[in-house]
């Protein structure tokens, strides 16, 4: 058997590798993290908002940190488009009265500082980090992963692969254990970045998401169901606005690059932003990227595995995108934990096969926030508006979606969430209060 260079290789520095190396490295595993790009992060989709969830329910060293975070966000505001107005507005989701000033419902972070951030942390735990190199290829043998060949031709050998390549998926289909998504799953986004004065975006954002809705005749944003809505999300002193297309729909193959082009110069005359945005912004970039939101709404996708000989997934490459909201970065924190749990468990028990790193399938099923964040048909149902031409109806599922009765479908997942940590740790709940007012103090 040939000598081996690592016990763990994690292949991407996005939002999950780096979770997974540092909880690796403090095991005592000798771990190496593999990023194509010249800085963590940089391949990442630009900015996001991540959930409070996720810092609740994962690592608490990023709970209990202070990383490179934007803005709180304290709730949404869904605005309703006909003939290029706004014509009503939905903004029943939103923490109540003086509790904004404590409590918020997620943050924005801008994905290059923050993965930076995680992935010093992962250096200080003992990782080691190389990047502008890319895995291009596994190396096999008797069908297990034992290893990863760089785009510079060095075959770099370990015991066990944690892939976080996100959705290209490329090692685990050259490992034969996945397929390429689906493109009815996955959306490419167009995605611009505006530089605003802080003082603008606090008088006119505040701290708030705006989405923007229409029926498909206002051709403003892609096919309801399907991209479904413009997102405008606040930062410190910069805006970020989202349009998205799936890479399918029921008509074919569009010509994606040229759509999303259109979908924004239309948006650009509605009122509200003619009026509030385009006179305060300045244009700073123009950003690509795909996102796997619908891969555990298809059965075919959601039972491909998570993981085979030598090799565990996480994030987007295990296809644990949010299906509604189009978040994956808390499942990837996740994931990130578990399947490190697992790598450790597999090498002290000097068994990395099939079978014993299903516990890390079992463990994703039983987690109490990632089965109901897959499946949640919540986005996709907005088709039904689109195939009925019903605005009230439309408007109804926004509401159920985005409004306040999103609380409805996110209650009783986040409760176990809840219930399961305070049972490990009874203190828990003054930590959180403790994270929600630092996390106020230093970013509001």
């Not at 996005?14 to 010249?38: H, N």
Request: glycine letters at 8%; charged letters at 25%; proline letters at 5%.
């Amino acid at each position: 058997m040939s000598a081996v260079d690592y016990d763990v290789i994690v292949v991407g520095a996005g939002f999950g590798g780096p979770v997974a190396a540092k909880r690796c490295a403090e095991a005592g595993l000798s771990t190496l993290i593999l990023e194509r790009a010249s800085t963590p992060g940089q391949k990442v989709i630009s900015s996001c908002t991540i959930p409070f969830y996720g810092f609740l329910f994962g690592p608490q060293w990023i709970r209990d940190g202070d990383p490179p975070i934007e803005r709180p966000i304290t709730g949404i505001r869904n605005f309703f488009v006909r003939d290029g107005k706004v014509y009503a507005t939905d903004n029943s989701f939103r923490v109540p009265g003086p509790l904004a000033n404590r409590l918020a419902i997620g943050y924005t972070v801008y994905c290059r500082p923050f993965c930076t951030w995680l992935a010093e942390r992962a250096v200080e735990a003992g990782a080691e980090l190389r990047t502008s190199v890319a895995a291009v290829d596994v190396i096999m043998e008797s069908g297990a992963v034992k290893g990863v060949v760089t785009d510079g031709g060095e075959e770099l050998r370990c015991r066990l692969l944690i892939d976080a390549e996100g959705v290209q998926n490329i090692l685990a289909r050259k490992a034969g254990i996945r397929k390429t998504y689906r493109p009815e799953a996955v959306e490419l986004c167009l995605l611009y970045d505006f530089k605003m004065a802080k003082e603008d975006i606090d008088r006119i954002c505040g701290y708030q998401i705006e989405y923007y809705w229409a029926m498909p005749e206002e051709k403003i944003i892609a096919p309801l169901g399907e991209g479904s809505a413009v997102y405008i999300f606040p930062y410190r002193e910069s805006i970020h606005m989202t349009i998205g297309r799936f890479l399918k729909g029921e008509e074919g193959v569009p010509v994606l690059a040229k759509e999303l082009d259109a979908y924004y110069r239309r948006f650009f005359q509605v009122d509200r932003w003619r009026e509030m945005y385009a006179p305060r912004t300045e244009l700073r970039a123009r950003i690509w990227d795909t996102c796997p939101i619908y891969a555990g709404l298809y059965q075919d996708m959601r039972s491909m595995p998570t993981f085979g000989d030598g090799v565990l997934l996480i994030g987007d490459a295990a296809g644990l995108e949010a299906a509604a909201i189009a978040d994956g970065v808390p499942s990837a924190w996740f994931s990130a934990e578990m399947a490190a749990e697992t790598a450790i468990e597999a090498l002290r028990a000097g068994d990395t096969g099939a079978s014993f790193l299903s516990r890390y399938q079992r463990r994703l099923e039983e987690h109490p926030l990632i089965p109901a964040l897959i499946s949640d048909t919540h986005r996709r149902d907005l088709a039904w508006a689109r195939w009925s031409g019903d605005e009230a109806e439309m408007r109804r599922r926004v509401n159920q979606g985005w409004g306040i009765r999103l609380m409805g479908h996110l209650a009783l997942p986040v409760l176990r969430a809840v219930y399961r940590e305070m049972r490990r740790d009874p203190r828990v709940l003054k930590n959180w209060l403790d994270m929600f007012n630092r996390y106020h103090r230093l970013y509001a």
